[in-house]
């Protein structure tokens, strides 16, 4: 069965510095989803995607995050100049046509340091 | 804004027992409403959802009910076994389909042998 994939699986940075998260949604999925979790906290909505543009975003999805799809199959989130509190996993997830039910990717652990 | 309430935050049982989680929503608009289990340092997976011209759903030991005019949807688990502990997170479509998810705060369920 399809599924979404993140790398990297664990990603480490100094504060200031950017970073892109990449995610590969299922291939006939329409809308993607960026969702943060901080430790031991609740998912988070950051960013919604559809026909190559933010169809919305929450109060967290400053001007330090964006998001692309450069190409068909590839889906960024980028973190222009990462603060500590960027710490977090963040999750990928994807919406087949038709349907409401999300696919959650694995995840990315983002440290700052 | 919209929010998600869920309680309890934890809950124990004991192997064989049953186990309920219940969640509030605000937004009238909502239809979707997932539930999702997290396994510690694993993505989110569903495990049963409900849309809001049902008012159960049933999977085996898995049931979901949901009362839109109270807005409030419970999951119950039935025949707990140890291998369902780990946490339990309610979720609601915000905006209506293909909306982001509102997550609730998690309930972490320990099933004791």
């Known amino acids: 069965e399809p599924e979404v994939t993140q790398t990297p699986s664990h990603q480490v940075t100094q504060m200031g510095q950017e970073v892109i998260l990449r995610c590969v949604p299922i291939?006939?999925?329409?809308?993607f989803y960026w969702y943060r979790q901080i430790l031991g906290q609740k998912v988070e909505f950051l960013v919604s995607?559809?026909?190559?543009?933010?169809?919305?975003k929450s109060e967290i999805f400053d001007d330090q995050f964006s998001v692309e799809r450069p190409d068909g199959s590839n889906f960024t989130l980028k973190i222009r100049s990462t603060k500590l509190e960027d710490s977090a996993m963040y999750f990928c997830a994807s919406i087949p046509p038709l349907l409401d039910t999300q696919y959650f990717g694995p995840g990315t652990r983002l440290t700052v340091l | 804004g919209e929010n998600v309430e869920q309680h309890p935050s934890t809950l124990s049982v004991q192997e064989g027992d049953s186990a309920v989680i219940k969640c509030t929503y605000s937004?009238?608009?909502?239809?979707?409403f997932p539930w999702y289990k997290q396994e510690l340092g694993k993505r989110p997976q569903l495990i049963i959802d409900i849309r809001s011209n049902v008012g159960e759903k049933k999977d085996q030991r898995i049931a979901v009910t949901l009362n839109k005019t109270a807005k409030h949807f419970s999951l119950h688990i039935t025949e707990t076994q140890p291998e369902d502990s780990a946490v339990y997170f309610c979720a609601s479509d915000y905006g209506g389909s293909q909306g982001n998810l509102i997550f609730g705060k998690g309930t972490k369920l320990s099933v004791k042998p």
């Open positions: 937004d009238s608009a909502s239809n979707y």
């Open positions: 995607f559809y026909n190559n543009e933010i169809s919305e």
């Open positions: 291939s006939n999925h329409l809308y």
